[in-house]
């Protein structure tokens, strides 16, 4: 079992370094994946809300969901 816990914790630190989240004055762009690499493109005219949700071990530890 710890293996199996210590390998969902690395895979969870390589998907949170792997993303990337820019905002501009004019658009958001996210970059997620490792391999493949996959671009979200929005203008910042057509963005309305932005939410982020949280759990209790991700405040704790530092990471988005």
């Known amino acids: 079992m ?4 210590l390998v969902c914790i690395a895979l969870g ?4 370094n792997a993303t990337e ?3 501009t004055n004019k ?3 996210a970059k997620v994946g490792v391999f493949a690499r996959r671009t979200i493109e929005m ?3 057509r ?6 949700e ?9 990471y988005v969901r």
């Open 2 to 5: 710890l293996v199996f816990a």
């Open 13 to 16: 630190i390589l998907s949170r």
């Open 21 to 23: 989240m820019t905002v």
């Open 27 to 29: 658009r958001v762009v």
């Open 43 to 45: 203008l910042l005219s």
């Open 47 to 52: 963005v309305e809300s932005i939410g982020v």
């Open 54 to 62: 949280e759990t209790l071990m991700g405040r704790l530890l530092g």
